[in-house]
Each structure stands twice: as C-alpha cells, then as structure tokens.
C-alpha cells in the first residue's frame, strides 16, 4: 500500500530524513519509535504533505501513485489520514460542521453525491458510539477548550468518519493519561480491517500494549536503524534508546 | 509567498458581483450644491413648505460645519460642487401597481435577486426598493395595513404622515449632529419609514434595497422607524451599486425610535461597490445610524455585515434613556484589497440598569485598514449600567492593517464595563488542518472566517444570513459548510 523509498527530507537549511525506506501492506501496523528529535514528526509530516518541509531525494508510492506529487487535500481524499500530535484549535467551528465539509468535499472529489443532513448524522452517529465519543463534544467549537485526552479523542472520532487507508498516530499517546490512552487505542483497534494500515508514531512502548503492532522500526538520526517484532519495543521500553545509538555508532 | 496567501489573493481580486448598469433614463438635478438646488429637489417632490425650511436650515448648519478628519481614513477631498444631487428613473406616471412600473426597473431588482411581484416571492419579506433618489416600490402594503404597520417610501410618508414625520424626523439624530448627517438633512432624496403601532408584532420581516445606478450621483436616503410601546419589529437593509471607476458618495440616514418595551431589529449587509484591486472607483459610505431607548425596557439591535464600499465611516449607535433597556450591536467588516473602514459603534447609557453589548468582529486583507471605533458613555444619572464590548481583528496576509480605537468614559461608580479585544492571523495551522482532511484551501478560509463570524452571522434574520455568507464567501471566496 505505502511503499517509502531512500526518503530525504529537510526544513530550512537542517536535513532531518535520511533516507527512509519501509514497506507497509494493507492490514499491518507498523510503529515508528525513536529518541526525540530523530524525525519521526518530520516523516509523518513529509507523507501528510506540510509545506514547510521539502523532499530533498526519494520515492513515496500509495496505491501505485506517487504521494509526493499530490496536494495535502488530494492525500486525504485518496485516504491518508494524520492524526495530528498538536491538533489546531478553529474557534466557532463544530467538529460535526468541520466533518461534513470534509465528508462532502471528499465525496465531490470522487464524482460521488453530498450526503444530506440525516444521513450524515446517522453515520455520525454509528461513528461516535465506535470510538465512544459525546455529541456535546462534537457541538462545540473544534479543539477549542479542549482537555488533551479529548483532543486525542476526537482525532480518533475523525479518523472514522473518514475512513482512511492509511491512519498516521502521530504521538497520539503524548499527554495522554493511561484511561485516556486506553479508550483512544480501543478506538483505533476497532477501526482496524484487513484492508487499511496503521502507522503509529510514539516515542514510549505503552501505547504499543494496546495497539498491537505487527511491526516496530526504530528512527534514529533520520534513519531507520533497526526493524523487528513487538518485542523490538519492550527491549527498548527496558534498555532505552543508547544502546541503539551505540550500535549505530559502532557501524 | 505562501500558499494561503496566494489563495487569498486569487480570491480577493474576485469581480465584484454587481457591477452592472441599467440602462434608465434619468430626470435628473444640475451638478452642484445650493439652496435653490435644494428648492429643486423639495418642489420636484412636491413637499410641504416645513419641509423646504427643514432643509434650508440643514443647509445653512451644513456649510458650517467642517468634514471630519478624525476617522482613520485617508481619500481626496470630495468637491461637493460637483455632485448631482437628485437623479430619479423617469417614469409617465406615479406607478399604482406593479404594471406600471418600467420593466427595466423591474429587471434591475431581479438581477439582485430581488422580486418585486410579490407573488412570486417565497419568504416573507416586505421590499421597499430605492433606486438612485426615489423608491420604486413597496411590497405587501396592504397586508401591512391590515395591522395598522406602515411601511412607505419616505417621500409618500411626507405626503400621507407628515404629522409622524414632522414629529419624529430629526428626533434621534439632529439636523447637526454632524457633517454628513446634516448634508443628508439638506438634500435626502427618499428613503424607508416604517410605524409599528402599539401592541403590533410585525409579522414578516420589512426590507430595503438601495441600490446606486446613476452616475456622478450621490446617494442621500433617509429612513426612520418608529416603534410604538410593546411593538417588535426585524428590519433589513441591503445595498449595491454599479462599478465605476470614480468615486461615488453615499451619506444616509437612519433613525430608530423605539418607545416603552418596543423592539427594534436592524440588520444590515451592506455590499457598495468596493472599488477595483488597485482601489479605483467605489463607493465612499458614510452613515448615521442612531437608535433611540425612548422608553423603559425597550431594545434595539444593530447588526451589520459590511463587504462593500471603498470607504465606510459609520457607527451605529444607541441611546439609552428609557430604564431597563438595552442596546446591542453586532458587527463583521470585511475589507479587502484597498477598502478603508472605520467602524464601531455608540452606547450612550443615560437611564437606570441599562445594558449594552458591542461584538465586533473585523477581518482585512489585501492591502486595506479596518478600523473598529466604539464609545460606551454611562452618564452619572445611570445606575447598574452594564456593558460588554469585543472586538476582534483578523488579518490575513501581512499587507493589511487592523485598529480600535475604544472609548469609555463612566461617570457613575455602579457601572460595569468590560472591554476584550483580540488579533489573530488565519494559522497555516488551521489551513493545513483542513486540507489533511481533504477540505480544498478555499473552502478552509471560507469555513475559518464563517466560524470567526458566527456569533455575529448568528444574529441576522434566516433569510438574511444565507445571502451574508454567500457574500463572506464571495469576498473571499469558498464554499461555506
């Protein structure tokens, strides 16, 4: 499904990928861990389309088209989704009026009809009861007054009204208490089919004990360094990030 | 630049929508300013001879006074000389129905989506439509009648009211209360009045449509309303004129005098021409807007969208002198390329437990100055005044300016007043939000202004909301969710 190669990334003058390569199918969770400031935003960033960054050298393939020529909104609408580590507050704007723009501009972008008022709340619905979200919540203005757990929340909320192919978590865990955490890993455990993929970036193992990752790669210096199993995430849970760093430093 | 930036700027060099010109054959004043042009314009009317002297003497008080310098807006010097002061579409007859009138004119309003065949008309709005100096039509009258509401042209108020007239013009907003006012005092045209008697709700809601089309002419109506004790009434107004690349002028008047426990909802969008990209041509708009708190527990309620007009100075203002009763004022200006506004709004609390509450919300962009100036005065005879007043500012793209100039001034120690004001910049943030959801760049500063507006847009009557986002939409383009 996302096919990432030799990706190079940087943001002003500070080169930060270097030279990412993974290959993520339809069904797989894959966790992206790694000390702070080792690029896993940036990557995530890079695949959702930010302008601030700029692609340097490399290939990103979903679906057989070429990411990296599409515009952020065109990413989404052929179902790439970042749930965002710092969602953005839009005073006067309910998350439900903010998703049916969404929805709608994303049906239109297919050839396909708005869906009407009734029909979008009834999805709305289906969707809140998933991931265990309050209307109240979805009433009020997007983000705005929002505790952090509930920003999560809803992100997760977006997540399945959207329906992406490609879910990007990152740091979704981040200032989140473990209840908090539980709740939103539920969400996105529901949400996972045999046809979409997951990408969860996080700097800690504990998010990992709820969603269950077939794969765990370690980010390090804009690289990936090391690739393996769940188990990946519990040595580094236990031993830190230094002795990644060492070996690295040894090769 | 940045993206967002460049899609402001596409959006905002958008043509202004109703730029046309009809083709009408005009009766028309000399250019220039005079007492025998006022003569002209009081006989042409057929005015009772109070009525010449009103104006005699708002001329003589105009020609002392001196154009404000104050308002923070800059345009070269207006030579009044060199207007035409009365333009009237030529018509055989005083239309007695629909039939009568010119089709041409019937035309233009239909252009503006406004119909004049009540018939045909889906909602509930009665018109009155002024086009250059004189109304064309009022619609749903005779239902109006039926409860006693009557909704004219202000020149057929003169002759079937003057004794409503005579004791009500002039009552809120003197004949020299200031420079432009007095000008309108001297050489208004027409215009809407509107009675609510006792006890009336009004039940639709009663409408006037200004609309410029003559060149080289200024635009002077004047409406008054009066509210009689326990009456409500939803009053809009909106207004287009033609693009051309001088300058027009546009000086009105309106006067609200709401007397014990009446209501009185005034709502504004106001879409003069803007003036073209590089600030050529437009409309200068200056207007006096006042509203009277006559009697105890009364209300009224100013809200404006404003878009148009290369200049706009105005403040719709509140007196409030009855007890217990309350002012609002709800604004969203909107200024884009070279557009200047300075805009705000008076609360003068003179009775006990008056309250008052100003929502401003301002949002420039391309190379304009939006200016929010507001007075809240409690006078030392008001006790238990409360006010609440907050301004924002919305700057998009980083040629544009945002001011307030607030006023407060409390002579009784009992007053609350509280004041917030805010500036913000539309967030790449909040755009790249939108488009990770596969919302296009438009549609994001549409839904983003739309929201900072709500508390405002909120406050228009149904049929009037639609037509105000469709224009916030059109000013800086997008679909509105």
């Known amino acids: 499904m996302l096919s990432i190669k030799n990706l190079q990334a940087k943001i002003g003058d500070k080169q930060i990928l270097n030279g990412i390569n993974l290959e993520v199918k339809a069904g797989e969770v894959h966790a992206i861990m790694g000390p702070n400031g080792s690029g896993k935003s940036t990557l995530a960033s890079v695949l959702a389309g930010r302008e601030d960054y700029e692609v340097v050298q490399g290939e990103v393939e979903f679906q057989g088209q070429n990411l990296l020529d599409m515009a952020p909104e065109d990413r989404a609408r052929a179902g790439v989704f970042l749930a965002f580590q710092y969602p953005v507050e839009i005073p006067g704007v309910s998350t439900i009026n903010f998703m049916k723009t969404a929805v709608n501009q994303i049906l239109k972008s297919r050839g396909q009809q708005p869906l009407d008022a009734v029909s979008f709340l009834k999805i709305m619905k289906e969707k809140m009861k998933l991931v265990d979200i309050d209307q109240s919540l979805l009433n009020r203005s997007l983000n705005e007054g929002f505790s952090g757990g509930e920003k999560k929340r809803n992100e997760i909320f977006q997540m399945a009204m959207l329906e992406p192919k490609l879910a990007i978590l990152d740091e979704t865990d981040s200032g989140l208490d473990i209840d908090a955490l539980k709740i939103v890993a539920h969400g996105v455990n529901k949400l996972r089919t045999k046809s979409n993929a997951v990408i969860v970036v996080t700097h800690y193992q504990r998010l990992l004990d709820y969603i269950i990752p077939d794969f765990v790669h370690v980010l390090y210096k804009g690289k990936i360094v090391k690739s393996g199993t769940k188990d990946l995430a519990l040595e580094l849970e236990a031993k830190g990030y230094d002795w990644i760093k060492d070996e690295v430093a040894v090769a | ?481």
């Not at chain 2, 905002?12 to 005009?26: C, P």
């Not at chain 2, 549609?443 to 909120?458: D, H, P, T």
């Open chain 2, 1 to 481: 630049m940045s993206k967002d930036n460049q899609v402001l700027e596409e959006l905002t060099s958008k043509e202004y929508e109703h730029g046309w010109t009809s083709d009408l054959e005009t009766d028309s004043a000399p250019k220039g300013l005079s007492e025998d042009i006022i003569r002209f314009i009081s006989t042409k009317k057929n005015e009772p001879e109070w009525l010449l002297d009103w104006r005699l003497d708002a001329y003589r008080q105009w020609s002392k006074l001196k154009e404000p310098t104050w308002p923070n807006i800059s345009y070269p010097a207006i030579n009044y000389q060199d207007l035409i002061y009365y333009s009237a579409p030529k018509q055989k007859a005083k239309p007695k129905n629909l039939e009568d009138i010119d089709p041409e004119l019937i035309k233009t309003f239909e252009k503006l989506g406004i119909s004049l065949t009540e018939q045909k008309r889906l909602t509930g709005i009665a018109v009155d439509a002024v086009i250059d100096s004189v109304s064309v039509a009022t619609t749903y009258k005779d239902t109006l009648a039926e409860l006693g509401i009557i909704f004219c042209s202000f020149s057929e108020a003169v002759q079937e009211h003057p004794e409503l007239v005579k004791k009500y013009m002039g009552s809120v907003v003197p004949v020299n209360d200031n420079y432009f006012a007095a000008l309108n005092a001297a050489v208004f045209t027409d215009g809407s009045f509107c009675y609510i008697p006792k006890g009336v709700r009004c039940p639709m809601e009663l409408s006037t449509y200004f609309r410029i089309n003559a060149a080289n002419t200024g635009q002077f109506e004047r409406t008054l309303i009066v509210a009689d004790e326990g009456s409500y009434v939803s009053y809009l107004e909106g207004c287009t004129a033609p693009m051309r690349d001088e300058n027009q002028l546009h000086a009105a008047v309106v006067e609200i005098y709401a007397m014990k426990d009446a209501q009185v909802k005034y709502s504004t969008v106001q879409n003069w021409y803007p003036g073209d990209k590089n600030g050529k041509g437009g409309i200068y708009n200056f207007v006096t807007k006042r509203g009277l708190c006559f009697g105890d527990g009364s209300k009224i309620s100013w809200t404006q969208v404003e878009t148009g007009s290369a200049i706009t100075w105005k403040y719709p203002s509140c007196i409030l002198k009855g007890n217990n009763s309350m002012g609002e004022f709800y604004s969203v200006a909107v200024t884009n390329n070279y557009q200047q506004a300075d805009t705000g709004s008076k609360m003068i609390h003179i009775g006990n437990n008056t309250k008052s509450r100003i929502v401003s919300k301002g949002i420039s962009a391309g190379h304009s100055q939006n200016s929010y100036r507001g007075q809240v005065k409690i006078m030392k005879r008001a006790e238990n005044a409360r006010n609440f007043s907050q301004c924002d500012s919305l700057l998009m793209g980083d040629q544009c300016g945002a001011h307030t100039f607030p006023y407060i001034d409390v002579e009784n120690k009992s007053a609350r007043v509280e004041h917030e004001a805010t500036t913000s910049k539309i967030g790449e943030d909040q755009i790249f939000y939108c488009l990770q959801r596969g919302i296009d760049e438009e549609s994001a500063v549409a839904l983003i202004v739309n929201g900072y507006a709500k508390e405002v847009l909120n406050q228009l009557p149904m049929e009037f909301a639609v037509e105000a986002q469709k224009l916030l939409a059109l000013t800086l383009e997008g679909s509105v969710g």
